[in-house]
């Protein structure tokens, strides 16, 4: 195998991570600075040192990982969220018990700060009924980054509405830190998809968004079925633009009134849920 088939095989089993033949530019490019901070001369010296090294191997993980994220990214989800399904989890469930929502892959943060914001700005349509939400990813630095809430004059621009960054962010050196009321909604993690899941509970909702993309089919259904198992009957998981469980029995069908939005499938023998 060549450097670059043991990097990939590496990630692959690591991460999902699915890349081929035709992404060795891109695992150069983006292994470079590692290659030169450790004085290794190629790619097959850096997949020997690997096996020898969970360190370099969680670096070149979280240097092949795709931190690209914006705020209420793609809109029509968040919208589905806050006219449908919250309001409609919020009528069906007991009072008094919480809403549990799942950032399946967070990145830096602005996915699990947009539905923050969106389950406050809802105010009285929820009654005050609790809300948590976790943003897990297998990336430890963007986590980093999303605990701090502090976001670049760059990032603010992405997606987030005026109003929003004036009501919910304080300008600070640096840029600008989300108030402590929406950080304290929200709860990181580190969690890989490929682990096992069940430690983190069950949910009402899952954004698991931008993600799938990277996997191969199979790992894709695998990794969709174990989250939709943590799902709760009435709940819904929201995939990202681009995703589809086309051709994949994971025991998920599409949610009324939302493209790429699922919601499991009634058990044998009970009727459909869905609509
Ligand atoms: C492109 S971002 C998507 C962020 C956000 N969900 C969105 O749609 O804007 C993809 C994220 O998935 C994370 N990721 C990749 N493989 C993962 C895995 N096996 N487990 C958990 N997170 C993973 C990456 O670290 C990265 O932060």
């Given at each position: 195998?060549?450097?670059?088939e043991?990097?990939?095989?590496?990630?692959?089993?690591?991460?999902?991570?699915?890349?081929?033949?035709d992404?060795?530019?891109l695992?150069?490019a983006?292994?470079e600075?590692?290659?030169?901070?450790?004085?290794?001369?190629?790619?097959?010296?850096?997949?020997?040192?690997?096996?020898?090294?969970?360190?370099?191997?969680?670096?070149?993980?979280?240097?092949?990982?795709?931190?690209e994220?914006?705020f209420f990214?793609?809109?029509?989800?968040?919208?589905?969220?806050?006219?449908?399904?919250?309001?409609?989890?919020?009528?069906?469930?007991?009072?008094?018990?919480?809403?549990?929502?799942?950032s399946?892959?967070?990145?830096?943060?602005?996915?699990?700060?947009?539905?923050?914001?969106?389950v406050?700005?809802?105010?009285?349509?929820l009654?005050?009924?609790?809300v948590?939400?976790?943003?897990?990813?297998?990336?430890?630095?963007?986590l980093?980054?999303?605990?701090?809430?502090?976001?670049?004059?760059?990032?603010?621009?992405?997606?987030?509405?005026?109003?929003?960054?004036?009501k919910?962010f304080?300008?600070?050196?640096?840029?600008?830190?989300i108030?402590?009321?929406?950080?304290d909604?929200?709860?990181?993690?580190?969690?890989n998809?490929?682990?096992?899941?069940?430690?983190?509970?069950?949910f009402?909702?899952?954004?698991?968004?931008?993600?799938?993309?990277?996997?191969?089919?199979?790992?894709?259904?695998?990794t969709?079925?174990?989250?939709?198992?943590?799902?709760s009957?009435?709940?819904?998981?929201?995939?990202g633009?681009?995703e589809?469980?086309?051709?994949?029995n994971?025991?998920?069908?599409?949610?009324?009134?939302?493209?790429?939005?699922?919601?499991?499938?009634?058990p044998?023998?009970a009727?459909?849920?869905?609509g």
């Amino acid at each position: 195998m060549s450097g670059f088939e043991n990097i990939a095989a590496v990630l692959k089993a690591r991460s999902g991570l699915s890349l081929g033949l035709d992404k060795a530019y891109l695992v150069q490019a983006r292994l470079e600075p590692i290659l030169k901070k450790r004085a290794l001369s190629s790619l097959a010296l850096l997949a020997d040192r690997l096996r020898l090294d969970p360190a370099l191997e969680r670096e070149v993980v979280e240097a092949m990982t795709t931190n690209e994220t914006l705020f209420f990214r793609d809109g029509r989800p968040f919208d589905h969220l806050r006219d449908v399904m919250l309001p409609r989890l919020h009528a069906t469930r007991p009072r008094g018990m919480p809403l549990r929502i799942w950032s399946a892959a967070a990145s830096t943060g602005q996915e699990a700060y947009s539905l923050a914001m969106l389950v406050s700005e809802m105010g009285p349509a929820l009654a005050g009924r609790a809300v948590e939400i976790v943003g897990t990813d297998i990336a430890r630095e963007p986590l980093q980054r999303g605990e701090q809430g502090l976001y670049t004059q760059f990032e603010v621009q992405r997606g987030l509405p005026a109003r929003l960054l004036v009501k919910y962010f304080t300008k600070e050196d640096g840029g600008w830190r989300i108030n402590r009321q929406l950080r304290d909604m929200v709860r990181f993690r580190e969690w890989n998809l490929l682990s096992d899941l069940s430690g983190l509970g069950r949910f009402d909702v899952i954004f698991c968004r931008n993600v799938l993309i990277y996997f191969d089919q199979a790992t894709k259904a695998r990794t969709l079925e174990a989250a939709s198992r943590l799902l709760s009957p009435e709940g819904a998981i929201y995939l990202g633009a681009a995703e589809t469980i086309l051709g994949m029995n994971v025991g998920l069908s599409p949610a009324a009134g939302g493209h790429g939005i699922f919601q499991r499938n009634a058990p044998a023998g009970a009727a459909a849920t869905t609509g």
